[in-house]
Protein backbone atom coordinates (compact mmCIF):
# COMPACT_ATOMS: atom_id res chain seq x y z
CA UNK A 1 0.00 0.00 0.00
CA UNK A 2 1.58 3.14 -1.07
CA UNK A 3 -0.31 5.13 2.18
CA UNK A 4 1.48 2.96 4.23
CA UNK A 5 4.82 3.37 2.97
CA UNK A 6 4.87 7.02 3.08
CA UNK A 7 3.47 6.47 6.28
CA UNK A 8 6.58 4.67 7.28
CA UNK A 9 9.13 7.45 5.23
CA UNK A 10 7.54 9.63 7.68
CA UNK A 11 9.46 8.18 10.45
CA UNK A 12 12.51 8.64 8.44
CA UNK A 13 11.60 12.38 7.81
CA UNK A 14 11.21 12.50 12.27
CA UNK A 15 14.66 10.75 12.62
CA UNK A 16 15.97 13.84 9.88
CA UNK A 17 14.60 16.50 12.05
CA UNK A 18 16.08 15.16 15.09
CA UNK A 19 19.53 15.04 13.21
CA UNK A 20 18.80 18.35 11.91
CA UNK A 21 17.88 19.77 15.72
CA UNK A 22 21.10 17.99 17.18
CA UNK A 23 23.44 19.68 14.67
CA UNK A 24 22.07 23.13 15.21
CA UNK A 25 22.44 22.71 19.10
CA UNK A 26 25.88 21.30 18.45
CA UNK A 27 26.82 24.28 16.22
CA UNK A 28 25.45 26.91 18.64
CA UNK A 29 27.59 25.09 21.48
CA UNK A 30 30.80 25.05 19.19
CA UNK A 31 30.39 28.87 18.86
CA UNK A 32 29.75 29.75 22.28
CA UNK A 33 32.54 28.08 23.31
CA UNK A 34 34.80 29.29 20.57
CA UNK A 35 33.60 32.87 21.14
CA UNK A 36 33.31 32.98 25.10
CA UNK A 37 35.76 35.67 26.41
CA UNK A 38 39.52 35.18 27.02
CA UNK A 39 38.73 36.01 30.78
CA UNK A 40 36.57 33.49 31.55
CA UNK A 41 38.77 30.78 29.94
CA UNK A 42 41.36 31.79 32.73
CA UNK A 43 39.42 31.59 35.80
CA UNK A 44 38.36 28.19 33.86
CA UNK A 45 42.02 27.15 33.54
CA UNK A 46 42.52 24.65 36.27
CA UNK A 47 38.95 23.27 35.28
CA UNK A 48 38.67 22.81 31.91
CA UNK A 49 41.27 20.17 31.45
CA UNK A 50 39.54 17.77 34.18
CA UNK A 51 36.05 18.48 32.92
CA UNK A 52 37.46 17.60 29.52
CA UNK A 53 38.71 14.10 30.11
CA UNK A 54 35.72 12.84 32.38
CA UNK A 55 33.50 14.05 29.29
CA UNK A 56 35.93 12.30 27.60
CA UNK A 57 35.53 9.17 30.18
CA UNK A 58 31.90 9.67 30.09
CA UNK A 59 31.29 9.44 25.79
CA UNK A 60 33.80 6.10 25.91
CA UNK A 61 32.07 4.27 28.14
CA UNK A 62 28.70 5.62 26.61
CA UNK A 63 29.80 4.51 22.71
CA UNK A 64 31.44 1.07 24.18
CA UNK A 65 27.95 0.30 25.85
CA UNK A 66 26.48 1.77 22.76
CA UNK A 67 28.41 -1.11 20.62
CA UNK A 68 27.59 -3.87 22.97
CA UNK A 69 23.79 -3.09 23.19
CA UNK A 70 24.09 -3.10 19.02
CA UNK A 71 26.07 -6.57 18.66
CA UNK A 72 23.23 -8.66 21.34
CA UNK A 73 20.51 -6.68 18.83
CA UNK A 74 22.35 -7.34 15.45
CA UNK A 75 22.77 -11.24 16.78
CA UNK A 76 18.97 -10.92 17.46
CA UNK A 77 17.82 -10.07 14.49
CA UNK A 78 19.94 -12.01 12.41
CA UNK A 79 18.55 -14.86 13.86
CA UNK A 80 14.87 -14.26 13.86
CA UNK A 81 15.07 -13.31 9.99
CA UNK A 82 17.07 -17.11 9.71
CA UNK A 83 14.23 -18.95 11.47
CA UNK A 84 12.09 -16.78 9.39
CA UNK A 85 14.49 -17.97 6.14
CA UNK A 86 14.35 -21.48 7.68
CA UNK A 87 10.61 -21.81 7.83
CA UNK A 88 9.85 -20.40 4.78
CA UNK A 89 12.06 -22.96 2.92
CA UNK A 90 10.44 -25.81 4.86
CA UNK A 91 6.89 -24.73 3.35
CA UNK A 92 8.27 -24.33 0.42
CA UNK A 93 9.95 -28.09 0.39
CA UNK A 94 6.37 -29.26 1.68
CA UNK A 95 4.31 -27.15 -1.14
CA UNK A 96 7.28 -28.45 -3.65
CA UNK A 97 6.82 -32.24 -2.48
CA UNK A 98 2.54 -31.84 -2.54
CA UNK A 99 3.05 -31.08 -6.57
CA UNK A 100 5.21 -33.65 -7.32
CA UNK A 101 3.27 -36.05 -5.73
CA UNK A 102 0.07 -34.93 -7.34
CA UNK A 103 2.35 -34.67 -11.43
CA UNK A 104 3.83 -38.04 -10.61
CA UNK A 105 0.32 -39.99 -9.31
CA UNK A 106 -1.32 -38.17 -12.40
CA UNK A 107 1.41 -38.93 -15.11
CA UNK A 108 0.83 -42.21 -14.30
CA UNK A 109 -2.46 -42.53 -14.49
CA UNK A 110 -2.19 -40.92 -17.74
CA UNK A 111 0.28 -42.27 -19.23
CA UNK A 112 2.03 -45.41 -17.98
CA UNK A 113 -1.81 -46.85 -16.83
CA UNK A 114 -3.44 -46.02 -20.27
CA UNK A 115 -0.10 -48.08 -22.06
CA UNK A 116 -0.75 -51.23 -19.96
CA UNK A 117 -4.86 -51.22 -20.48
CA UNK A 118 -4.04 -50.59 -24.27
CA UNK A 119 -2.42 -54.15 -24.46
CA UNK A 120 -4.44 -55.70 -22.14
CA UNK A 121 -7.28 -54.55 -24.33
CA UNK A 122 -5.70 -56.82 -27.48
CA UNK A 123 -5.64 -59.11 -25.33
CA UNK A 124 -8.70 -59.62 -23.79
CA UNK A 125 -10.18 -59.30 -27.09
CA UNK A 126 -12.79 -62.12 -27.04
CA UNK A 127 -13.52 -61.85 -23.61
CA UNK A 128 -16.14 -59.17 -23.41
CA UNK A 129 -16.32 -59.28 -19.50
CA UNK A 130 -12.39 -58.73 -19.07
CA UNK A 131 -12.55 -55.85 -21.47
CA UNK A 132 -15.97 -54.52 -19.06
CA UNK A 133 -13.47 -54.96 -16.15
CA UNK A 134 -10.20 -52.76 -18.00
CA UNK A 135 -13.04 -50.23 -18.50
CA UNK A 136 -14.11 -50.06 -15.12
CA UNK A 137 -10.06 -49.44 -13.77
CA UNK A 138 -9.81 -47.15 -16.33
CA UNK A 139 -12.64 -44.86 -14.84
CA UNK A 140 -11.76 -45.29 -11.33
CA UNK A 141 -8.08 -43.80 -12.96
CA UNK A 142 -10.47 -40.93 -14.21
CA UNK A 143 -11.81 -40.54 -10.71
CA UNK A 144 -8.50 -40.40 -9.17
CA UNK A 145 -6.26 -38.07 -11.64
CA UNK A 146 -10.35 -35.73 -11.08
CA UNK A 147 -9.68 -35.77 -7.38
CA UNK A 148 -5.68 -34.97 -7.55
CA UNK A 149 -6.88 -31.81 -10.33
CA UNK A 150 -9.33 -30.81 -7.44
CA UNK A 151 -6.04 -30.00 -4.79
CA UNK A 152 -4.70 -26.48 -5.14
CA UNK A 153 -1.77 -25.97 -7.50
CA UNK A 154 1.46 -24.46 -5.11
CA UNK A 155 3.67 -23.79 -7.97
CA UNK A 156 3.05 -19.66 -7.97
CA UNK A 157 3.25 -19.59 -4.27
CA UNK A 158 6.73 -21.57 -4.42
CA UNK A 159 8.23 -19.45 -7.00
CA UNK A 160 7.28 -16.29 -4.23
CA UNK A 161 8.16 -18.37 -1.28
CA UNK A 162 11.35 -18.97 -2.63
CA UNK A 163 12.31 -15.12 -4.06
CA UNK A 164 11.02 -13.71 -1.11
CA UNK A 165 13.54 -16.20 1.18
CA UNK A 166 16.69 -15.58 -1.06
CA UNK A 167 15.07 -11.46 -0.99
CA UNK A 168 15.75 -11.59 2.14
CA UNK A 169 18.56 -13.89 2.78
CA UNK A 170 20.25 -11.06 0.70
CA UNK A 171 18.49 -8.00 2.53
CA UNK A 172 19.91 -9.76 5.71
CA UNK A 173 23.42 -10.26 5.09
CA UNK A 174 24.29 -6.60 3.29
CA UNK A 175 22.47 -5.60 6.78
CA UNK A 176 24.35 -7.34 9.10
CA UNK A 177 27.41 -6.76 7.47
CA UNK A 178 26.61 -2.94 7.60
CA UNK A 179 26.03 -2.32 11.20
CA UNK A 180 29.26 -4.96 11.96
CA UNK A 181 31.37 -2.18 9.74
CA UNK A 182 29.14 0.51 11.73
CA UNK A 183 30.22 -0.75 15.10
CA UNK A 184 33.58 -0.79 14.60
CA UNK A 185 33.82 2.76 13.11
CA UNK A 186 32.55 3.84 15.99
CA UNK A 187 34.93 1.79 18.44
CA UNK A 188 37.34 3.37 15.96
CA UNK A 189 36.08 7.09 16.73
CA UNK A 190 36.62 6.16 19.96
CA UNK A 191 39.92 5.47 19.95
CA UNK A 192 40.72 8.37 18.00
CA UNK A 193 39.13 10.45 20.58
CA UNK A 194 40.84 9.13 23.38
CA UNK A 195 44.21 9.47 21.17
CA UNK A 196 43.76 12.80 20.28
CA UNK A 197 43.32 13.79 24.57
CA UNK A 198 46.22 11.54 25.28
CA UNK A 199 48.58 12.90 22.88
CA UNK A 200 47.25 16.33 23.17
CA UNK A 201 47.20 16.20 19.00
CA UNK A 202 44.99 18.69 16.95
CA UNK A 203 45.10 16.58 13.97
CA UNK A 204 43.87 13.64 15.94
CA UNK A 205 41.09 15.75 17.51
CA UNK A 206 40.05 17.12 13.94
CA UNK A 207 39.78 13.81 12.77
CA UNK A 208 37.64 13.09 15.99
CA UNK A 209 35.61 16.07 15.00
CA UNK A 210 34.88 15.29 11.69
CA UNK A 211 34.08 11.41 12.16
CA UNK A 212 31.98 12.50 14.71
CA UNK A 213 29.63 14.54 12.78
CA UNK A 214 29.42 11.12 10.30
CA UNK A 215 28.98 8.69 12.96
CA UNK A 216 26.21 11.18 14.26
CA UNK A 217 24.88 11.30 10.90
CA UNK A 218 25.30 7.23 10.53
CA UNK A 219 23.80 6.99 14.00
CA UNK A 220 20.64 8.94 13.03
CA UNK A 221 19.89 7.49 9.54
CA UNK A 222 20.26 3.77 11.35
CA UNK A 223 17.84 4.98 13.93
CA UNK A 224 15.50 5.82 10.96
CA UNK A 225 15.47 2.67 9.48
CA UNK A 226 15.18 0.18 12.90
CA UNK A 227 12.14 2.42 13.50
CA UNK A 228 10.66 1.76 10.51
CA UNK A 229 11.44 -1.91 10.16
CA UNK A 230 10.20 -2.03 13.54
CA UNK A 231 6.65 -0.77 12.81
CA UNK A 232 6.52 -2.51 9.81
CA UNK A 233 6.82 -5.56 11.04
CA UNK A 234 5.14 -5.16 14.77
CA UNK A 235 2.09 -3.97 12.34
CA UNK A 236 2.58 -7.33 10.57
CA UNK A 237 2.52 -9.50 13.74
CA UNK A 238 -0.36 -7.50 15.10
CA UNK A 239 -2.49 -9.47 12.40
CA UNK A 240 -0.69 -11.69 10.45
CA UNK A 241 -3.18 -13.87 9.51
CA UNK A 242 -5.30 -11.04 7.95
CA UNK A 243 -2.33 -9.70 6.18
CA UNK A 244 -1.52 -13.66 4.18
CA UNK A 245 -5.76 -13.89 3.57
CA UNK A 246 -5.48 -10.78 1.63
CA UNK A 247 -1.78 -11.58 0.07
CA UNK A 248 -3.09 -15.14 -1.56
CA UNK A 249 -6.48 -14.23 -1.84
CA UNK A 250 -6.88 -15.52 -5.39
CA UNK A 251 -4.47 -17.99 -5.62
CA UNK A 252 -5.28 -20.04 -2.73
CA UNK A 253 -8.95 -20.86 -1.70
CA UNK A 254 -9.61 -18.95 1.37
CA UNK A 255 -10.79 -22.22 3.54
CA UNK A 256 -7.52 -23.61 2.73
CA UNK A 257 -5.67 -20.97 3.41
CA UNK A 258 -7.56 -21.11 7.05
CA UNK A 259 -7.41 -24.66 7.24
CA UNK A 260 -3.39 -24.03 7.66
CA UNK A 261 -3.54 -20.30 9.71
CA UNK A 262 -6.26 -21.58 12.44
CA UNK A 263 -5.34 -25.07 13.16
CA UNK A 264 -7.47 -27.54 15.21
CA UNK A 265 -7.80 -30.86 16.31
CA UNK A 266 -11.69 -30.35 15.92
CA UNK A 267 -11.14 -28.74 12.77
CA UNK A 268 -11.87 -30.57 9.36
CA UNK A 269 -9.72 -30.97 6.26
CA UNK A 270 -10.60 -29.55 2.69
CA UNK A 271 -8.40 -31.93 1.44
CA UNK A 272 -10.73 -34.93 3.05
CA UNK A 273 -12.96 -35.76 0.76
CA UNK A 274 -10.92 -35.36 -2.49
CA UNK A 275 -8.47 -38.04 -0.62
CA UNK A 276 -10.79 -40.28 0.55
CA UNK A 277 -12.17 -40.89 -3.15
CA UNK A 278 -8.69 -41.35 -4.44
CA UNK A 279 -8.08 -44.22 -1.93
CA UNK A 280 -11.63 -45.95 -2.76
CA UNK A 281 -11.00 -45.65 -6.23
CA UNK A 282 -7.46 -46.92 -5.70
CA UNK A 283 -8.70 -49.86 -3.73
CA UNK A 284 -11.22 -50.50 -6.23
CA UNK A 285 -8.40 -50.80 -9.14
CA UNK A 286 -6.11 -52.81 -6.95
CA UNK A 287 -8.92 -55.14 -6.11
CA UNK A 288 -9.88 -55.82 -10.31
CA UNK A 289 -6.41 -56.09 -11.14
CA UNK A 290 -6.32 -58.70 -8.70
CA UNK A 291 -9.28 -60.86 -9.72
CA UNK A 292 -7.32 -60.40 -13.20
CA UNK A 293 -4.64 -61.91 -12.11
CA UNK A 294 -6.42 -64.80 -10.60
CA UNK A 295 -9.00 -66.10 -13.36
CA UNK A 296 -7.31 -64.51 -16.71
CA UNK A 297 -4.02 -65.00 -16.41
CA UNK A 298 -4.15 -69.47 -16.55
CA UNK A 299 -6.34 -68.45 -19.67
CA UNK A 300 -3.92 -65.33 -21.52
CA UNK A 301 -1.09 -66.12 -19.80
CA UNK A 302 0.66 -62.70 -21.87
CA UNK A 303 -1.36 -60.34 -20.06
CA UNK A 304 0.44 -61.50 -16.65
CA UNK A 305 3.31 -59.11 -17.42
CA UNK A 306 1.14 -55.91 -18.32
CA UNK A 307 -1.65 -57.06 -15.19
CA UNK A 308 1.72 -57.02 -12.84
CA UNK A 309 2.79 -53.61 -13.94
CA UNK A 310 -0.72 -52.16 -13.53
CA UNK A 311 -0.37 -53.53 -9.74
CA UNK A 312 2.73 -52.28 -9.25
CA UNK A 313 1.57 -48.53 -10.57
CA UNK A 314 -1.09 -49.07 -8.11
CA UNK A 315 0.85 -49.90 -4.91
CA UNK A 316 3.50 -46.78 -5.93
CA UNK A 317 0.07 -44.51 -6.02
CA UNK A 318 -0.59 -45.90 -2.32
CA UNK A 319 2.34 -44.42 -1.36
CA UNK A 320 2.35 -41.33 -2.84
CA UNK A 321 -1.11 -40.88 -1.42
CA UNK A 322 0.14 -41.89 2.06
CA UNK A 323 2.73 -39.34 1.75
CA UNK A 324 0.51 -36.67 -0.22
CA UNK A 325 -2.23 -37.07 3.12
CA UNK A 326 0.89 -36.28 5.31
CA UNK A 327 2.12 -32.83 4.00
CA UNK A 328 -0.92 -31.69 3.54
CA UNK A 329 -1.82 -32.43 6.46
CA UNK A 330 -2.27 -28.89 8.69
CA UNK A 331 0.49 -29.81 11.88
CA UNK A 332 3.48 -29.63 9.50
CA UNK A 333 2.93 -26.34 7.68
CA UNK A 334 1.05 -24.71 10.62
CA UNK A 335 4.45 -25.51 12.67
CA UNK A 336 6.27 -23.35 10.30
CA UNK A 337 4.13 -21.00 10.22
CA UNK A 338 4.11 -20.61 14.10
CA UNK A 339 7.94 -20.89 13.99
CA UNK A 340 8.62 -17.82 11.15
CA UNK A 341 6.33 -15.71 13.28
CA UNK A 342 8.02 -16.29 16.49
CA UNK A 343 11.18 -15.46 14.49
CA UNK A 344 10.48 -12.29 12.82
CA UNK A 345 7.91 -10.74 15.68
CA UNK A 346 10.00 -12.06 18.80
CA UNK A 347 13.29 -11.99 18.11
CA UNK A 348 13.34 -9.81 15.00
CA UNK A 349 11.21 -7.06 16.71
CA UNK A 350 13.36 -7.19 20.07
CA UNK A 351 16.90 -7.31 18.28
CA UNK A 352 15.34 -3.95 16.08
CA UNK A 353 14.45 -2.38 19.08
CA UNK A 354 17.83 -3.05 20.61
CA UNK A 355 19.50 -1.67 17.26
CA UNK A 356 17.24 1.34 17.83
CA UNK A 357 18.54 2.02 21.29
CA UNK A 358 22.20 1.22 20.15
CA UNK A 359 21.71 4.10 17.58
CA UNK A 360 20.60 6.54 20.42
CA UNK A 361 23.06 6.05 22.97
CA UNK A 362 26.01 5.92 19.61
CA UNK A 363 24.23 9.43 18.92
CA UNK A 364 24.78 10.98 22.54
CA UNK A 365 28.50 9.07 22.83
CA UNK A 366 29.39 11.41 19.63
CA UNK A 367 27.20 14.74 20.13
CA UNK A 368 28.99 14.30 24.21
CA UNK A 369 32.57 13.83 22.03
CA UNK A 370 31.60 16.79 19.61
CA UNK A 371 30.94 19.13 22.87
CA UNK A 372 34.29 18.14 24.57
CA UNK A 373 36.11 18.61 21.25
CA UNK A 374 36.26 22.26 21.24
CA UNK A 375 37.25 22.41 24.68
CA UNK A 376 40.10 20.16 24.73
CA UNK A 377 41.62 22.01 21.67
CA UNK A 378 40.83 25.70 23.43
CA UNK A 379 42.60 23.82 26.52
CA UNK A 380 45.88 22.81 23.70
CA UNK A 381 45.90 25.88 22.00
CA UNK A 382 46.02 28.26 26.00
CA UNK A 383 48.54 25.91 26.89
CA UNK A 384 50.63 26.04 24.28
CA UNK A 385 50.56 29.63 24.46
CA UNK A 386 51.69 29.61 28.14
CA UNK A 387 54.54 27.63 26.92
CA UNK A 388 55.66 30.32 24.40
CA UNK A 389 55.29 33.25 27.09
CA UNK A 390 58.31 31.71 29.05
CA UNK A 391 61.91 33.66 28.31
CA UNK A 392 63.30 31.51 25.80
CA UNK A 393 66.93 32.62 28.26
CA UNK A 394 65.67 30.86 30.83
CA UNK A 395 67.92 28.00 31.58
CA UNK A 396 64.95 26.05 33.40
CA UNK A 397 62.45 26.44 30.19
CA UNK A 398 62.05 23.09 28.85
CA UNK A 399 62.13 24.55 25.27
CA UNK A 400 65.42 26.48 26.32
CA UNK A 401 66.70 23.11 27.56
CA UNK A 402 65.73 21.62 23.76
CA UNK A 403 67.31 24.51 22.07
CA UNK A 404 70.52 23.68 24.34
CA UNK A 405 70.77 20.57 23.37
CA UNK A 406 71.64 21.27 19.48
CA UNK A 407 73.75 24.25 20.77
CA UNK A 408 77.57 23.97 20.73
CA UNK A 409 78.45 26.15 23.35
CA UNK A 410 75.91 24.20 25.75
CA UNK A 411 77.28 20.84 24.30
CA UNK A 412 80.82 21.93 25.91
CA UNK A 413 79.03 22.64 29.45
CA UNK A 414 77.49 19.43 29.37
CA UNK A 415 80.95 17.73 28.78
CA UNK A 416 82.63 19.60 31.93
CA UNK A 417 82.13 16.36 34.26
CA UNK A 418 83.98 14.40 31.87
CA UNK A 419 87.18 16.95 32.16
CA UNK A 420 86.61 16.50 35.72
CA UNK A 421 86.74 12.62 35.58
CA UNK A 422 89.72 11.81 33.49
CA UNK A 423 92.06 14.18 35.69
CA UNK A 424 91.08 11.44 38.63
CA UNK A 425 89.34 13.91 41.02
CA UNK A 426 87.41 17.10 41.03
CA UNK A 427 89.66 18.81 43.72
CA UNK A 428 92.37 19.18 40.67
CA UNK A 429 89.97 22.28 38.95
CA UNK A 430 89.35 24.99 41.61
CA UNK A 431 87.37 27.67 40.63
CA UNK A 432 89.34 31.05 40.26
CA UNK A 433 88.85 33.30 43.42
CA UNK A 434 85.91 35.75 42.93
CA UNK A 435 83.75 37.43 45.10
CA UNK A 436 80.45 36.05 45.23
CA UNK A 437 78.19 37.95 47.72
CA UNK A 438 74.95 36.53 46.59
CA UNK A 439 73.19 34.51 49.45
CA UNK A 440 71.60 31.84 47.75
CA UNK A 441 74.94 30.46 45.97
CA UNK A 442 76.72 30.91 48.55
CA UNK A 443 74.47 28.78 50.63
CA UNK A 444 74.81 26.32 47.48
CA UNK A 445 78.45 26.01 48.25
CA UNK A 446 77.87 25.53 51.90
CA UNK A 447 75.59 22.60 51.00
CA UNK A 448 77.96 21.44 48.50
CA UNK A 449 81.05 21.65 51.26
CA UNK A 450 78.87 19.87 54.16
CA UNK A 451 77.74 16.78 51.53
CA UNK A 452 80.51 16.43 49.14
CA UNK A 453 83.74 17.99 51.61
CA UNK A 454 85.32 20.38 48.64
CA UNK A 455 83.20 22.97 47.06
CA UNK A 456 81.95 21.66 44.31
CA UNK A 457 80.91 23.00 40.64
CA UNK A 458 78.78 20.70 38.53
CA UNK A 459 78.06 21.24 34.64
CA UNK A 460 74.40 23.48 34.69
CA UNK A 461 73.35 20.73 36.98
CA UNK A 462 69.37 21.51 36.53
CA UNK A 463 69.77 21.86 33.04
CA UNK A 464 71.33 18.81 32.39
CA UNK A 465 68.87 16.75 34.95
CA UNK A 466 65.42 18.10 33.80
CA UNK A 467 64.46 19.38 37.36
CA UNK A 468 63.82 22.99 38.37
CA UNK A 469 64.86 24.13 41.67
CA UNK A 470 61.18 24.70 43.71
CA UNK A 471 62.52 28.74 43.85
CA UNK A 472 65.61 30.73 42.25
CA UNK A 473 65.92 34.44 42.20
CA UNK A 474 66.91 36.59 39.27
CA UNK A 475 70.64 37.91 41.05
CA UNK A 476 70.83 33.99 41.87
CA UNK A 477 70.89 32.88 37.87
CA UNK A 478 72.74 35.82 36.72
CA UNK A 479 75.48 34.95 39.31
CA UNK A 480 75.49 31.51 38.30
CA UNK A 481 75.81 31.96 34.66
CA UNK A 482 78.28 34.29 35.12
CA UNK A 483 80.38 31.55 37.27
CA UNK A 484 79.98 29.06 34.42
CA UNK A 485 81.13 31.33 31.80
CA UNK A 486 84.52 32.23 33.80
CA UNK A 487 84.68 28.00 33.90
CA UNK A 488 84.35 28.36 30.22
CA UNK A 489 86.70 30.80 29.36
CA UNK A 490 89.03 29.71 32.10
CA UNK A 491 89.22 25.68 31.01
CA UNK A 492 88.51 25.92 27.60
CA UNK A 493 92.09 26.18 26.09
CA UNK A 494 93.11 23.47 28.32
CA UNK A 495 90.45 20.83 27.82
CA UNK A 496 89.55 21.31 24.15
CA UNK A 497 86.37 19.49 23.26
Known amino acids: DESYRESLLLLGLVAAICLGLNLIFLAAYVVCVCCCRQDEAVQ ?18 ICCAAVGVGFYGNSETNDGVYQLIYSLDNANHTFSGIDALVSGTTQKMEVDLEQHLARLSEIFAARGDYIQTLKFVQQMAGNIMVQLSGLPVWREVTTELTELAD ?7 YRWLSYLLLFILDLVICLI ?5 ARRSRCLLA ?17 AADSAAAVGTSDFCSAPDTFILNVTEGQIRTEVTRYYLYWSQSGSSPFQQALTAFQRSLTTMQIQVAGLLQFAVPLFPTAEKDLLGIQLLLNSSESNLH ?27 EGLLYLGLFSLLAALAFSTMICAGP ?6 TTRNRDYDDIDSDDPFNPQARRIAAHNPPRGQLRSFCSYSSGLGSQTSLQPPAQTISNAPVSEY ?14 NVPLI ?15 TYLSVADEHLRHYGNEFPA
Open 323 to 349: QLTAMLDCRGLHKDYLDALAGICYDGI
Open 207 to 223: SMLCCGVLGLFLSWTSL
Open 193 to 197: ACLGL
Open 167 to 173: QTGYVEY
Open 375 to 380: RAWKHL
Open 44 to 61: TKRRNPCCVTWTAVVAGL
Open 464 to 478: GRGSPPPTYSPSMRA
Open 445 to 458: MNQAMLFGGNPRYE
